[in-house]
């Protein structure tokens, strides 16, 4: 049997020793406990792992677990990254480590956007992790990115991955909504709407010819947006257009006004938004 003696070269400080696989872990008890209470509560309460000097650990990976304390021990502190993540969220959700799952999810948020926001089956694989450990944050973007893709997509992506039907709902829902969004976006491009979107200075009228004052509405601007987004202005003034737009809806926005708009806009616009901040 292996000993890992990474966590305390020199053995002073162990007072555990975890048996993982093929494998001796030494580690201490104290450090353990003070980042999950699931190992305070067997170190210290009435279970047998409090007396014995070495705690099985059956069904662990041994590199997963490695990993993991690597991530807790304070001289390590080891970045939790796209690439070990993975590895990591089951064991810092069984043990409770909640600044750790903080950490995961984060790192999952970035992963997502950067890589998956236009595959929707890595969408409902991560709604599936989210569900498992309790990451609402991460599934509920992950519903709202799945939502601006297609029926079909819908279906061979829950074939796959078994998401709660709450969630499939949801996902149907609001690409029922952003459906009903675009057609009432159709009526408003007109030809009459692209003379505005290309006149010298359009940003000075709605996309019904109406000045903007200072009290247009969010709701206004989101569909603004939207069209900018779906046809694809690429004029010299059309960079000129979206930005003034978005900085009309970050005003808006600390208001807390039509919130479900934002919400549905396309991830590109909402990121554009984001580096603005």
């Not at 190992?39 to 705690?55: H, L, P, Q, V, W």
Request: glycine share 2%; aromatic share 8%.
């Amino acid at each position: 049997m292996n000993m890992n003696d990474e966590f305390h070269k020199d053995g002073k400080l162990a007072d555990a020793t975890f048996v993982v696989e093929n494998h001796k872990i030494l580690v201490s008890k104290a450090v353990l406990s003070v980042a999950s209470p699931v190992f305070c509560a067997m170190f210290e309460g009435d279970f047998r792992e409090k007396t014995e000097s070495e705690i099985p650990l059956p069904g662990k990976n041994y590199e997963d677990f490695v990993e993991f304390l690597r991530c807790i021990y304070p001289d390590k502190m080891k970045v939790i990254t796209a690439r070990n993540v993975y590895m990591i969220l089951p064991l810092a959700h069984e043990y409770s480590v909640e600044r750790m799952m903080k950490r995961c999810q984060d790192v999952l948020m970035r992963t997502v956007r950067k890589n998956y926001k236009e595959n929707v089956e890595e969408l409902y694989r991560h709604i599936h992790f989210s569900e498992m450990y309790s990451l609402e944050e991460l599934k509920e973007k992950c519903i709202y990115l799945a939502s601006e893709h297609t029926l079909k997509q819908f279906k061979t992506a829950k074939e796959m991955y078994q998401i709660t039907d709450a969630s499939h709902g949801k996902i149907i829902e609001l690409a029922l909504r952003r459906h009903e969004l675009n057609k009432a976006d159709e009526k408003v491009f007109t030809a009459k709407t692209k003379l505005q979107f290309y006149s010298e200075e359009p940003v000075q009228c709605d996309l019904n010819g109406k000045l903007i004052t200072n009290g247009r509405r969010a709701s206004d601007v989101c569909q603004a947006l939207r069209i900018i987004e779906r046809f694809k202005f690429t004029t010299n003034t059309s960079n000129n257009i979206e930005s003034s737009l978005l900085e009309k809806l970050q005003i808006l926005l600390d208001k807390e006004e039509d919130m479900e708009e934002f919400d549905l806009l396309p991830e590109s616009v909402k990121a554009a938004l984001q580096n603005r901040s």
